[in-house]
C-alpha cells in the first residue's frame, strides 16, 4: 500500500513539473551521469528545439558552444561522492530561454576545499573585458599544461568569451547532506540578437 503512495506521489509531482517547465520558459532538463554520449544526445535536441524557435544561426553557435563547454566541465571536474574512479560524474543541465535570451544552468557536485579557488577564477574571469579574454584564452593555450582530468582551464574562459557575458554562479553548502561538499551551479546566459 505504501509503494501505491509513494508512486501517486511522485507522479503528482512529475505531472506538476511537466505543467510548470513550460511557464517558467525551461526547454530542456537533464539529471544524471554527464558522459560524452549523453552531450551528443542533448546536443541534438537543443538543436532540435533552437530550429523549432527559428534561432539565428550566431545564437545557435553560442548556445552549442556554452551548453558542450558546461557539459564537459561536469564530466570532467563535478567530483564523485566515493573514491570509485568508475563512479560517473554526475551533474544537471537546464536549457531556458525568454525573448531577450537562452539561460544555460548546470550543477554538480565539488569538494569545499575547492570553493575558494574556483570562485577567486570565475570572479577573475568575470572581471575582464572581451580582449583581456582573448588574450587569457591564447595564454592558457600557449602556456596552460593538462590537468589530470584532461582539461587545460579554458572552460570558463571560452563560456565567458562566447557568450559575451559574465558567469552567475552559487556555491550551496551541503553541509547536512553530505558533509564536505558544495553543489556548484553556473548560469550563463546567450542573448538573443
Not at 505543467?19 to 511557464?23: A, R, S, Y
Not at 571560452?158 to 556555491?171: C, H, L
Not at 553541509?175 to 551551479?185: I, Q, R, T
Given at each position: 500500500?505504501?509503494?501505491?503512495?509513494?508512486?501517486?506521489r511522485f507522479l503528482e509531482y512529475a505531472y506538476k513539473l511537466y505543467?510548470?517547465?513550460?511557464?517558467k520558459e525551461i526547454n530542456l532538463v537533464y539529471v544524471g551521469g554527464?558522459?560524452?554520449e549523453v552531450t551528443r544526445n542533448f546536443t541534438i535536441?537543443?538543436?532540435?528545439?533552437?530550429?523549432?524557435?527559428a534561432e539565428q544561426s550566431p545564437v545557435q553557435r553560442k548556445v552549442f558552444n556554452v551548453m558542450v563547454e558546461t557539459m564537459q566541465n561536469i564530466s570532467r571536474h563535478a567530483d564523485r561522492i566515493t573514491d570509485d574512479p568508475d563512479e560517473i560524474r554526475r551533474g544537471?543541465?537546464?536549457?531556458?530561454h525568454s525573448d531577450e535570451a537562452y539561460s544555460i544552468v548546470t550543477g554538480n557536485l565539488v569538494r569545499s576545499e575547492k570553493v575558494p579557488t574556483l570562485q577567486e577564477r570565475i570572479d577573475a574571469i568575470n572581471a575582464m573585458d572581451r580582449q583581456q579574454l582573448s588574450a587569457a584564452y591564447k595564454q592558457q593555450i600557449t602556456q596552460g599544461t593538462i590537468s589530470?582530468?584532461?582539461?587545460?582551464?579554458?572552460?570558463?574562459?571560452?563560456?565567458?568569451?562566447?557568450?559575451?557575458?559574465?558567469?552567475?554562479?552559487?556555491?550551496?553548502?551541503l553541509?547536512?547532506?553530505?558533509?564536505?561538499?558544495?553543489?556548484?551551479?553556473t548560469i550563463c546566459t546567450v542573448v538573443r540578437k
Open positions: 500500500m505504501e509503494n501505491s503512495f509513494s508512486s501517486n505543467q510548470e517547465l513550460p511557464t554527464v558522459t560524452s535536441m537543443t538543436e532540435e528545439n533552437l530550429l523549432r524557435h544537471i543541465i537546464i536549457i531556458s589530470e582530468s584532461g582539461g587545460a582551464g579554458l572552460g570558463f574562459i571560452d563560456v565567458a568569451k562566447k557568450s559575451g557575458q559574465k558567469i552567475d554562479y552559487r556555491f550551496l553548502d553541509v547536512d547532506e553530505l558533509p564536505g561538499f558544495h553543489f556548484f551551479m
